[in-house]
């Protein structure tokens, strides 16, 4: 398909907003980076529902990265013949001809040690909101950074897209009804997954003190006073780990390991009965 899912117009160039958009191509939180992130989620993914929301949004990604190339390339378009232009950036100019390469805004190359990809799929879930998140505030930062009417406007389109993916996955995390805060399938130690260590006593040069609120006294949780101040501490009594005792949910995907009490065979088999089902379903409908 030629076109693009969001056509570029600009204005005026300007090379130096050009290499500040880099960022959402080569950078950390880019449209590249989102791109395999998730495409590769889906490969391993072995729920085929949430395995098709990966590769749909891993794909409308890519076509973000398009858009992003084409906003690029025109801002940057003086670097090719402009020396006070080329002289923004060098190695855009020079070594990459004015056009858009898999660097940061920085210079900086893009590598995979920017995917968050764990193979557990509630895990990947959280990752990607986050991922979203900080995309989203990237482009609104690069937003305050220009006048010019077109790229403002294929920013919003980009920033707001953005939104979509995270609802979109909060929903999917959502679907999987996991308690909040069921991560694998070993429960942590009782008592001690509730306690809040104090690690910053004392008083600060505007006479500030300790801060109570929700993340430390709060939803099931509460301070302990280090030792050195004269309190308990955190509960360091040793606890066995018992595989099989956190909630867990059908969607899961299959715990890695050799000793987990007989539960990659069972997420194995609920795995199996839920694609029976949905083929069940696709042939009912049909």
Request: aromatic fraction near 8%; charge should be negative.
């Amino acid at each position: 398909m030629k076109k693009l899912m969001y056509t570029v117009n600009i204005g005026e160039p300007d090379p130096k907003f050009g290499r500040m958009l880099l960022e959402q191509f080569g950078g950390a939180n880019g449209e590249l980076a989102a791109a395999m992130q998730y495409s590769i989620q889906g490969f391993n993914c072995e729920d085929a529902a949430r395995k098709d929301l990966l590769m749909d949004i891993g794909t409308e990604e890519l076509s973000h990265l398009e858009v992003v190339g084409a906003l690029i390339r025109m801002h940057l378009k003086p670097m090719k013949d402009e020396r006070e232009a080329a002289e923004a950036d060098p190695l855009v100019a020079i070594a990459g001809g004015g056009g858009v390469a898999l660097f940061d805004s920085m210079g900086n190359a893009w590598t995979s040690d920017y995917l968050k990809i764990t193979g557990d799929l509630a895990v990947d879930l959280r990752s990607n909101i986050a991922a979203e998140a900080r995309a989203k505030i990237v482009y609104e930062r690069l937003i305050a950074f220009t006048q010019d009417k077109g790229s403002k406007e294929a920013l919003q389109f980009l920033m707001t897209r953005e939104i979509t993916h995270m609802r979109a996955f909060t929903a999917a995390l959502d679907s999987m009804e996991k308690p909040q805060f069921a991560v694998g399938i070993i429960e942590p130690t009782p008592g001690l997954v509730d306690q809040f260590f104090n690690g910053s006593t004392g008083e600060n040069q505007y006479g500030d003190t300790d801060f109570k609120g929700p993340w430390n006294s709060g939803n099931g949780l509460y301070t302990v006073q280090s030792e050195i101040k004269g309190g308990e501490g955190l509960n360091v009594t040793p606890y066995d780990p018992q595989p099989g005792t956190e909630t867990t949910s059908p969607i899961d995907s299959t715990p890695v390991g050799e000793w987990t009490n007989g539960v990659g065979p069972k997420q194995k088999a609920l795995h199996e009965a839920k694609e029976k089902e949905a083929a069940k379903g696709a042939v009912d409908e049909a």
